[in-house]
């Protein structure tokens, strides 16, 4: 059997010790954009709701505007949406993981080319 080896590359930003923007979080955040909620973003990461709140609540807090904004249920039903941050935060972290990969590539391909198929 052949194996292809898989590249990733896992950014933290850290504030005061715990993570402020990292690769779950930016996951989370695509999910909710694509669901329309955190319940429906969670069952889809196969995460708890009380998890997936956790983190969006945990990531409002580090940014100086919120990535996630919240409206209660009702006639026409509750939901979450990003925010311009909340877009952002995954546009940059998406594009600096591009760019790292695109410098890298060279010692990626030398690396992976040591690894047993």
């Not at 005061?16 to 969670?42: C, F, M, N, Y």
């Amino acid at each position: 059997m052949t194996h292809t080896p898989q590249v990733q590359f896992r950014m933290r930003i850290y504030r005061d010790g715990t993570i402020a923007i990292g690769p779950g979080r930016i996951t989370l955040l695509e999910a909710i954009d694509r669901t329309g909620s955190i319940s429906a973003a969670a069952r889809h990461l196969k995460m708890s709701y009380r998890r997936a709140w956790l983190l969006v609540n945990d990531t409002n807090n580090a940014l100086k505007q919120p990535a996630v904004t919240s409206s209660e249920g009702g006639a026409s039903g509750g939901g979450s949406r990003l925010t311009e941050t909340g877009q952002a935060l995954i546009r940059h972290y998406r594009n600096i993981e591009a760019i790292a990969a695109q410098s890298a590539q060279s010692d990626i391909d030398a690396l992976t080319a040591l690894i047993a198929r």
